[in-house]
T-cell receptor, first 117, second 111 residues
Framework: EAGVVQSPRYKIIEKKQPVAFWCNPI?????LYWYRQNLGQGPELLIR??????VDDSQLPKDRFSAERLKGVDSTLKIQPAELGDSAVYLC??????WGSGTGELFFGEGSRLTVL | SQQGEEDPQALSIQEGENATMNCSYK?????LQWYRQNSGRGLVHLIL?????REKHSGRLRVTLDTSKKSSSLLITASRAADTASYFC???????????FGKGTSLLVTP
């Protein structure tokens, strides 16, 4: 079974440019997460989806970040315009629903490393 | 925001020794998970312990949870060089899993 797929793996852009990251979760997983991980830190939750509904986006900087999960499957995270401080690894994860019979295990993609110059 | 705090930040041991990492958190939780991350890779789930459990085992891993102290520990027995990685705890609530990660413990196991 394919794992969580993210693209691109690496992206280098200049500040003020837009950037988008794509995530395809594990088939059947209702819950999708986007995290940001700064160097030497743990992941920080940006947004969490249950199917196509964003149920937790309190940590998403909404002035420049946006996300969507149309049809409740794959998802896109966008930054526009990017700032120097946005340099980080953006991780996508998926899991069974909290209220399902799943184990609660999150499956992570390899991440998208963003460098803003 | 990061709720969990792992201790120590870095740990260096030799193969065959045991490694113990601790995690403290601030608010009430429903569950707590431990994840491993190899350099440049995504995170891999190790174990989940629920708030009504005190100890859990999985292979060479032993996790304890003390909700009165708001702390958890991860013990890796008979460590191997392949255990070299960063280890993170993640707390969850009734709203969801892995909502808050700690800063992690970097483990180095030398042959």
């Amino acid at each position: 079974e394919a794992g969580v797929v993210q693209s691109p793996r690496y992206k280098i852009i200049e500040k003020k440019q837009p950037v988008a990251f794509w995530c395809n979760p594990i088939s059947g997983h209702n819950t999708l997460y986007w995290y940001r991980q700064n160097l030497g830190q743990g992941p920080e939750l940006l947004i969490r989806y249950e199917n196509e509904e964003a149920v937790d986006d309190s940590q998403l900087p909404k002035d420049r970040f946006s996300a969507e999960r149309l049809k409740g499957v794959d998802s896109t995270l966008k930054i526009q315009p990017a700032e120097l401080g946005d340099s980080a690894v953006y991780l996508c994860a998926s899991s069974d629903s909290l209220w399902g019979s799943g184990t609660g295990e999150l499956f992570f993609g390899e991440g998208s490393r963003l460098t803003v110059l | 925001s990061q709720q969990g705090e792992e201790d120590p930040q870095a740990l260096s041991i030799q193969e065959g020794e045991n490694a113990t990492m601790n995690c403290s958190y601030k608010t009430s939780i429903n569950n707590l998970q431990w994840y491993r991350q190899n350099s440049g890779r995504g995170l891999v789930h190790l174990i989940l312990i629920r708030s009504n459990e005190r100890e859990k085992h999985s292979g060479r891993l032993r996790v304890t949870l003390d909700t009165s102290k708001k702390s958890s520990s991860l013990l890796i027995t008979a460590s191997r060089a392949a255990d070299t990685a960063s280890y993170f705890c993640a707390t969850g609530s009734n709203s969801g899993y892995a909502l808050n990660f700690g800063k992690g413990t970097s483990l180095l196991v030398t042959p």
